[in-house]
T-cell receptor, first 111, second 116 residues
């Protein structure tokens, strides 16, 4: 069974602080996607990483795919209240038509 | 481009009653997904359609859940009879292709079901 474990499950920090959340698996994925979900809305895709070791930046958000394509991290610099939400990772495999979802990290940024 | 439309946004029913949810995907998207998201958890795939055919329904509780996508465009998900544990948000998503490698899923806002 393929599993994606996200940590921490919950994180509450002050505006301006930095943070990192993780997405780990024992399985190898061909791609890893990160979504953000705000209350009352569906998840919205932030980024897709496909190459081991790949780093992508989206303004203050930095995403990294592990060299072995089993794990990924999301680093936020100088967090803002607008970053509040549920961050979900999802792993995809070329041999499979399904995305494997993590349980998410609930992030709260306090003003 | 218009997003994925879902209705109703909220529904409260008593156990053993029935409920139906509707989804209209992004125009031109061949693949449509129904997910169940219980509070505090990630989405769980219930069923995936490619055009009007079922690609994966392995996690759909077929004794009470049914879904159809007639004409390969919009879709309905039905629960009959509902149980307390069906309380969740039902998310519809669509994508251009069915291959997962770098698939981009666009989600609707979801339908929140409360079963009393």
């Amino acid at each position: 069974t393929q599993l994606l474990e996200q940590s921490p499950q919950f994180l509450s920090i002050q505006e301006g602080e930095n943070l990192t959340v993780y997405c780990n698996s024992s399985s190898v994925f061909s791609s890893l996607q990160w979504y953000r979900q705000e209350p009352g809305e569906g998840p919205v895709l932030l980024v897709t990483v496909v190459t081991g070791g790949e780093v992508k930046k989206l303004k203050r958000l930095t995403f990294q795919f592990g060299d072995a394509r089993k794990d990924s991290s999301l680093h936020i610099t100088a967090a803002q209240t607008g970053d509040t939400g549920l961050y979900l990772c999802a792993g995809g495999m070329d041999s499979n038509y399904q995305l494997i979802w993590g349980a998410g990290t609930k992030l709260i940024i306090k003003p | 481009e218009a997003g994925v439309a879902q209705s109703p946004r909220y529904k409260i029913i008593e156990k053993r009653q029935s409920v139906a949810f509707w989804c209209n995907p992004i125009s031109g998207h061949a693949t449509l997904y129904w997910y169940q998201q219980i509070l505090g958890q990630g989405p769980k795939l219930l069923i995936q359609f490619q055009n009007n055919g079922v690609v994966d329904d392995s996690q759909l509780p077929k004794d009470r859940f049914s879904a159809e996508r007639l004409k390969g465009v919009d879709s309905t998900l039905k629960i009959q009879p509902a149980k307390l544990e069906d309380s969740a948000v039902y998310l519809c998503a669509s994508s251009f292709t069915k291959f997962s490698g770098a698939n981009v899923l666009t989600f609707g806002a979801g339908s929140r079901l409360t079963v009393l």
